[in-house]
């Protein structure tokens, strides 16, 4: 009985530590995968995972609102109201609130005295604050953060096939697409561009650039800049997050072409 308690215990020991041994394994590759780049990873067998997430600095705005004339007191297009007569219309904490009047004049314009105007009460124009004791009538619209907005964005690995020799950096679209089979989605949203050494976004960086957008990607020429040459970038892109890289077999395949 002591044998087979014995037996039992070591072969207990024996498999928690296989399993954990097997943990370790599988992290230390998982962060490996991370600091190599695709193809690295591809031949490894791991299909790097695009991150999706919503980012803070994409926002929507809400339909436009009208619920109230400048009658009686005035124009009340208060959030509370609008809430409650447009359910699931607005998100729970608007970022920012807009007001014009229904011929497209904005509140401030229009040069009237508002007595609230924030994403927590509203807007309201009272007509007794009016010197000619009137109020246009106005619309308003919020503007929120995702998920209100829909679906998130996925982001690319960071690129950086270009060093800034020769004429400039050069993150074209077009090349990275060729030396990355399948791992860029077809019709970007967005670019990101930082610098190699300091992470600093290239809008920070002062330098000019002659291509900037998630459609051609991303150059920067040494004419352009009054130093006469560029810093070093990296470069990466906002699918939607519906896309999905092509299988690791199939990629394989392609490189090996």
């Given at each position: 009985?002591?044998k087979?308690?014995s037996?039992?215990i070591v072969a207990?020991l024996?498999l928690?530590s296989?399993?954990?041994?097997?943990?370790v394994s599988?992290?230390t590759?998982v962060?490996r995968?991370?600091e190599?780049?695709?193809?690295?990873s591809l031949?490894?067998g791991?299909m790097?995972e695009?991150?999706?997430y919503?980012?803070t600095?994409?926002?929507?705005?809400t339909?436009?609102?009208?619920r109230?004339?400048?009658t009686?007191?005035?124009?009340?297009?208060?959030?509370?109201?609008?809430?409650?007569?447009?359910?699931?219309?607005?998100?729970p904490?608007?970022v920012?609130?807009?007001a014009?009047?229904l011929?497209?004049?904005?509140a401030?314009?229009?040069?009237?005295?508002i007595?609230?105007?924030?994403?927590t009460?509203?807007?309201i124009c009272?007509?007794?604050?009016?010197p000619d004791?009137?109020c246009?009538d106005?619309?308003v619209?919020?503007?929120?953060?995702?998920p209100f907005?829909?679906?998130?964005?996925?982001?690319?690995?960071?690129y950086?096939r270009?060093?800034?020799?020769?004429?400039?950096?050069w993150?074209?679209?077009?090349?990275l697409?060729?030396?990355?089979?399948?791992?860029?989605c077809?019709?970007?949203l967005?670019i990101e561009?930082?610098?190699t050494?300091?992470l600093t976004?290239?809008i920070?960086?002062?330098?000019s650039f002659?291509?900037?957008?998630p459609t051609?990607g991303?150059?920067?020429?040494?004419t352009d800049?009054?130093?006469?040459?560029c810093?070093?970038?990296k470069?990466?892109?906002g699918?939607?997050?519906?896309y999905?890289?092509?299988?690791v077999?199939?990629?394989?395949?392609?490189?090996?072409?």
């Amino acid at each position: 009985m002591i044998k087979w308690l014995s037996v039992a215990i070591v072969a207990g020991l024996v498999l928690e530590s296989s399993q954990l041994a097997l943990n370790v394994s599988t992290s230390t590759l998982v962060e490996r995968s991370d600091e190599t780049d695709f193809a690295s990873s591809l031949s490894l067998g791991i299909m790097p995972e695009l991150p999706c997430y919503y980012p803070t600095h994409i926002r929507c705005w809400t339909d436009w609102f009208d619920r109230d004339n400048p009658t009686g007191t005035g124009d009340w297009e208060t959030l509370y109201n609008l809430r409650i007569e447009n359910p699931e219309k607005i998100c729970p904490k608007p970022v920012q609130i807009e007001a014009q009047t229904l011929s497209g004049i904005s509140a401030a314009a229009a040069g009237e005295v508002i007595y609230r105007s924030d994403t927590t009460s509203g807007f309201i124009c009272r007509i007794k604050d009016q010197p000619d004791k009137k109020c246009n009538d106005y619309r308003v619209r919020f503007s929120c953060h995702p998920p209100f907005c829909g679906a998130g964005v996925c982001w690319t690995q960071w690129y950086d096939r270009d060093d800034p020799s020769g004429t400039g950096d050069w993150e074209l679209l077009s090349n990275l697409r060729l030396e990355n089979p399948g791992a860029i989605c077809d019709s970007p949203l967005y670019i990101e561009v930082v610098t190699t050494d300091t992470l600093t976004p290239a809008i920070s960086t002062g330098d000019s650039f002659y291509i900037f957008n998630p459609t051609q990607g991303f150059v920067c020429r040494k004419t352009d800049q009054p130093s006469g040459t560029c810093r070093d970038y990296k470069v990466r892109f906002g699918c939607p997050c519906s896309y999905k890289p092509l299988p690791v077999k199939e990629i394989l395949a392609q490189l090996s072409d």
